[in-house]
Nanobody
């Protein structure tokens, strides 16, 4: 099992930027695909981004492509989500997750962080 702790959420105006961080501990961090999901009030959990074990491959949800960037620093056991050009519809609790796998047309994960709130004002 891997333990995940997110940070970096907050309140930002539309058009602004935030960077989320997720520190992993427990089982060997570098062997996992890692990613981010989000959940807005009254909505289901939405896939945001995933990064491969080495960081060489990434994939993004359609709603964030071109605006968000996922990266990782394996020696620091940390994955990041750089969010630019934020919109009010990006408001959600953002969750770090690992390991991610693709199953039946969507991403699933075994372990989740506690979440960090991102609020984008118009």
């Amino acid at each position: 099992q891997v333990q995940l702790v997110e940070s970096g959420g907050g309140l930002v105006q539309a058009g602004g930027s935030l960077r989320l961080s997720c520190v992993a501990s427990g089982r060997t961090y570098s062997v996992y695909n890692m990613g981010w999901f989000r959940q807005a009030p009254g909505k289901g959990r939405e896939f945001v981004a995933v990064i491969s074990m080495t960081g060489g491959n990434t994939n993004y949800g359609d709603s964030v492509k071109g605006r968000f960037t996922i990266s990782r620093d394996n020696p620091k056991n940390t994955v990041y989500l750089q969010m630019n050009s934020l919109k009010p519809e990006d408001t959600a609790v953002y969750y770090c997750a690992a390991p991610l796998r693709y199953s039946s047309g969507h991403y699933v994960a075994d372990s989740w962080g506690q979440g960090t709130q991102v609020t984008v004002s118009s």
